[in-house]
């Protein structure tokens, strides 16, 4: 690196998904490109590869902050996975107990990290006093908490889906947006005239926590803010998930220059005019971008599979080659596709911090060529049917036949005769 370097300047951030593992230095401030200095792909995101990762990096020569999804941070730290009892990493907080949940604030500080106990796994792997939550995390834990406890009848929720069509109802249901999407949602005051008064209430609080809490910089009375959409969550019936905790009794873990981890870094938008042009076994799939989430996007995916379910269920997603499509291709073509066939394909554009939403496009392909055309043909013939031609045809069918038939007759007498020449 040519350029000076301060360790202190740089924040690691760590991006997991179920297919690969990534970690980026963003600058704090913005001031400087990000930079990616590990990706692994098709390896799971294990504590395993996690560890391998903070060596590679040579994570404890530079130290660096790191934020991360909570999933990310508590692989970190050694945490068991999924929903444990004990899942926060700074204090024992009991996940199931309900009736204390918004009511008690104080819980038994997480001192030790012992593999074995309290849901600790397996060894830290770095310092707990360097995490820090990024803001849009938070605010996706909010909205899908949010969305979960709104009533799945009523014409709000069905709203969502009728703005979403491309999101199936499984993710709606647990209400998995990513950022773009939510800013979507914040301007939309037609959701917001369809929401109860409860409902109403716990939103707007909703919106001022991502304005004065989780944007760019804290207003001064932030923690009345908090207190005020935890109490509106509480009221509305929201389940209190690890993220709102965070909010409840670890609010002073959100450091001053939170925002500088914020909002210009998201996953890309979802793309747009995305069309699929099909011919009998192949097809293109043409986009544009409308925008790369603050980072470079780094390349496309595309997908299909087909629109015919199979016991009642689709088949799982085919990739399309090449998996990493260039960041300046706006088409690709697939091939080996079944004539006369319907298929759903899906695009996305990735970028450091990850994939944007998939969207996803239904095309039926043609009537193979030579079926078709066959066809084309038999139809024609039939309705120009022409008899003179017929009549002309036979004629000479007959002609050539009669012709024939002189033919033979002149050899067959001259071999007659011949015969008789020769035995008077
Ligand atoms: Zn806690």
Same mark, same amino acid.
């Given at each position: 690196?040519?350029?000076?370097?301060?360790?202190?300047?740089?924040?690691?951030?760590?991006?997991?998904?179920?297919?690969?593992?990534?970690?980026?230095?963003?600058?704090?401030?913005?001031?400087?490109?990000?930079?990616?200095?590990?990706?692994?792909? /098709?390896?799971?995101?294990?504590?395993?590869?996690?560890?391998?990762?903070?060596? *590679?990096?040579?994570?404890?020569?530079?130290?660096?902050?790191?934020?991360?999804?909570?999933?990310?941070?508590?692989?970190?730290?050694?945490?068991?996975?999924?929903?444990?009892?004990?899942?926060? $990493?700074?204090?024992?907080?009991?996940?199931?107990?309900?009736?204390?949940?918004?009511?008690?604030?104080?819980?038994?500080?997480?001192?030790?990290?012992?593999?074995?106990?309290?849901?600790?796994? /397996?060894?830290?792997?770095?310092?707990?006093?360097?995490?820090?939550?990024?803001?849009?995390?938070?605010?996706?834990?909010?909205?899908?908490?949010?969305?979960?406890?709104?009533?799945?009848?009523?014409?709000?929720?069905?709203?969502?889906?009728?703005?979403?069509?491309? *999101?199936?109802?499984?993710?709606?249901?647990?209400?998995? $947006?990513?950022?773009?999407?939510?800013?979507?949602?914040?301007?939309?005051?037609?959701?917001?005239?369809?929401?109860?008064?409860?409902?109403?209430?716990?939103?707007?609080? $909703?919106?001022?926590?991502?304005?004065?809490?989780?944007?760019?910089?804290?207003?001064?009375?932030?923690?009345?803010?908090?207190?005020?959409?935890?109490?509106?969550?509480?009221?509305?019936?929201?389940?209190?998930? *690890?993220?709102?905790?965070?909010?409840?009794?670890?609010?002073?873990?959100?450091?001053?220059?939170?925002?500088?981890?914020?909002?210009?870094?998201?996953?890309?938008?979802?793309?747009?005019?995305?069309?699929?042009?099909?011919?009998?076994?192949?097809?293109?799939?043409?986009?544009?971008?409308?925008?790369?989430?603050?980072?470079?996007?780094?390349? $496309?995916?595309?997908?299909?599979?087909?629109?015919?379910?199979?016991?009642?269920?689709?088949?799982?997603?085919?990739?399309?080659?090449?998996?990493?499509?260039?960041?300046?291709?706006?088409?690709?073509?697939?091939?080996?596709?079944?004539?006369?066939?319907?298929?759903?394909?899906?695009?996305?554009?990735? /970028?450091?911090?990850?994939?944007?939403?998939?969207?996803?496009?239904?095309?039926?392909?043609?009537?193979?060529?030579?079926?078709?055309?066959?066809?084309?043909?038999?139809?024609?013939?039939?309705?120009?049917?022409?008899?003179?031609?017929?009549?002309?045809?036979?004629?000479?069918?007959?002609?050539?036949?009669?012709?024939?038939?002189?033919?033979?007759?002149?050899?067959?007498?001259?071999?007659?005769?011949?015969?008789?020449?020769?035995?008077?």
């Amino acid at each position: 690196m040519k350029q000076p370097y301060d360790a202190k300047e740089w924040r690691l951030f760590i991006d997991a998904s179920k297919e690969s593992l990534k970690a980026v230095l963003l600058h704090i401030g913005n001031a400087k490109p990000s930079i990616p200095i590990g990706h692994a792909v /098709n390896c799971k995101e294990t504590y395993d590869t996690m560890a391998k990762l903070i060596e *590679l990096i040579k994570y404890k020569c530079h130290n660096w902050y790191i934020c991360g999804d909570l999933k990310v941070i508590s692989m970190l730290l050694g945490l068991q996975g999924g929903y444990t009892k004990y899942c926060c $990493f700074l204090c024992l907080w009991d996940s199931r107990a309900k009736q204390d949940h918004y009511k008690r604030k104080i819980w038994p500080v997480r001192n030790e990290y012992v593999p074995g106990k309290m849901n600790v796994k /397996n060894t830290c792997l770095v310092d707990p006093k360097k995490i820090i939550l990024p803001p849009l995390h938070i605010k996706l834990g909010l909205m899908k908490n949010f969305t979960k406890a709104l009533d799945k009848s009523k014409p709000a929720f069905q709203y969502l889906c009728s703005v979403f069509t491309n *999101l199936s109802a499984a993710k709606l249901k647990e209400g998995i $947006f990513v950022g773009p999407q939510i800013r979507r949602i914040l301007d939309d005051t037609k959701f917001e005239s369809l929401l109860t008064e409860v409902e109403k209430a716990a939103w707007h609080s $909703f919106k001022r926590v991502v304005k004065n809490f989780l944007g760019n910089k804290k207003s001064d009375d932030y923690k009345e803010i908090v207190e005020n959409l935890l109490q509106n969550y509480e009221r509305m019936g929201v389940n209190m998930s *690890l993220k709102i905790h965070f909010l409840h009794s670890h609010l002073e873990f959100f450091p001053e220059n939170l925002g500088t981890v914020s909002d210009e870094h998201a996953e890309p938008p979802p793309l747009v005019n995305v069309t699929v042009h099909a011919s009998t076994i192949l097809a293109i799939i043409l986009w544009n971008v409308a925008g790369d989430g603050g980072h470079p996007i780094l390349d $496309f995916t595309a997908q299909y599979r087909s629109a015919a379910p199979v016991n009642d269920s689709l088949e799982p997603w085919r990739p399309i080659s090449p998996n990493h499509i260039s960041p300046n291709s706006r088409q690709i073509d697939v091939y080996h596709l079944e004539p006369n066939a319907s298929y759903w394909f899906r695009v996305w554009a990735n /970028n450091v911090l990850g994939p944007g939403p998939p969207v996803e496009v239904l095309a039926t392909t043609l009537y193979s060529d030579q079926e078709a055309e066959l066809y084309k043909h038999f139809l024609e013939g039939a309705e120009t049917f022409d008899t003179r031609t017929w009549v002309a045809a036979v004629c000479v069918v007959m002609g050539t036949l009669a012709v024939l038939a002189a033919g033979t007759c002149a050899v067959l007498c001259r071999e007659w005769r011949r015969s008789g020449e020769q035995h008077p």
